[in-house]
């Protein structure tokens, strides 16, 4: 199983869409290996992070897909900590 089948089946597409749209070469190595490497969880949690700031409301509440997008971190993080962070 690869990073990407790792990840909860109703949060991949958000996670393909975001990850996919930002870093190409990234999404085809986590389909290929079963563990992002440090750099590789460092980059995913500043693509899904930069994209959590574009999902909020001018009140600063994050919109429908921004909550989506902190399940995905969340679930990103709790499989694959950055350890030392």
Known sequence: ???VESLPGELVPLFLE???SSDQRLLESL???P???R???ELV?????DEFSRCLQPDFEPTARGLS???LIEAFLTRWPIEGA
């Open 69 to 71: 997008v902190v399940r």
């Open 1 to 3: 199983m690869n990073v």
């Open 39 to 41: 750099k590789e969880r």
């Open 45 to 49: 949690e500043e693509i899904l992070g």
């Open 18 to 20: 975001v990850v996919g």
């Open 31 to 33: 389909y290929s290996e």
């Open 35 to 37: 563990e992002p490497s």
